[in-house]
T-cell receptor, first 114, second 113 residues
Framework: SAVISQKPSRDICQRGTSLTIQCQVD?????MFWYRQQPGQSLTLIAT?????????ESGFVIDKFPISRPNLTFSTLTVSNMSPEDSSIYLC???????????FGPGTRLLVL | SQQGEEDPQALSIQEGENATMNCSYK?????LQWYRQNSGRGLVHLIL?????REKHSGRLRVTLDTSKKSSSLLITASRAADTASYFC?????????????FGAGTRLAVHP
């Protein structure tokens, strides 16, 4: 298994600003993922954070809006840029300990944009 | 796009009763996972079932998988108020050398004392 922490746990931000969310895992993992969960909805994959290379984004998500860093095998950040109220969501990171195996999720960051 | 569809969307039962949630998906999978989410918090992993497995148990949880029907079910026996949560199925999709999860819409379970 893996223990994952996220910072901040929640935040209230003004539109037009940016917020960087941190994800820390207690062991080295190859794959880290970022998901968004809009209010009352299911989870949607934003991107896969690859160590040593650019993130791979899913359809509908772009690097300018959601830049991601992955400086090492235990840490990643997701920035939500130029925020609008539509960005109000829970953002979750997850890790895959081994290919094709269980993905473990962090506690999430609850973001409210006013 | 969402691959998994779950039903029911919401389920309300009394403590002690069993709860059954269903998940259907569209494409071939390697495995299917069930997660629980309490009140907008992080996801807790419940069970992973592989495409060559038909049934798996963990405590009061029983998961079945029918790949011919592209469907899975999660049964919670002898439910408790603490089981109140949203339950999601997630199927894997290998793409670009990594395994990404595609989540169903989820079932909101309410267990009343």
């Amino acid at each position: 298994s893996a223990v994952i922490s996220q910072k901040p746990s929640r935040d209230i931000c003004q539109r037009g600003t940016s917020l960087t969310i941190q994800c820390q895992v207690d062991s080295q993992v190859t794959m880290m993922f970022w998901y968004r969960q809009q209010p009352g909805q299911s989870l949607t994959l934003i991107a896969t954070a690859n160590q040593g290379s650019e993130a791979t984004y899913e359809s509908g998500f772009v690097i300018d809006k959601f830049p991601i860093s992955r400086p090492n095998l235990t840490f990643s950040t997701l920035t939500v840029s130029n925020m609008s109220p539509e960005d109000s969501s829970i953002y979750l990171c997850s890790v895959e300990v081994a290919r094709g195996e269980t993905q473990y999720f962090g506690p999430g960051t609850r973001l409210l944009v006013l | 796009s969402q691959q998994g569809e779950e039903d029911p969307q919401a389920l309300s039962i009394q403590e002690g009763e069993n709860a059954t949630m269903n998940c259907s998906y569209k494409t071939s999978i390697n495995n299917l996972q069930w997660y629980r989410q309490n009140s907008g918090r992080g996801l807790v992993h419940l069970i992973l079932i592989r495409s060559n497995e038909r049934e798996k148990h963990s405590g009061r949880l029983r998961v079945t998988l029918d790949t011919s029907k592209k469907s899975s079910s999660l049964l919670i026996t002898a439910s408790r108020a603490a089981d109140t949560a949203s339950y999601f199925c997630a199927t894997d999709a290998f793409s670009g050398g990594y395994n990404k999860l595609i989540f169903g819409a989820g079932t909101r379970l309410a267990v009343h004392p």
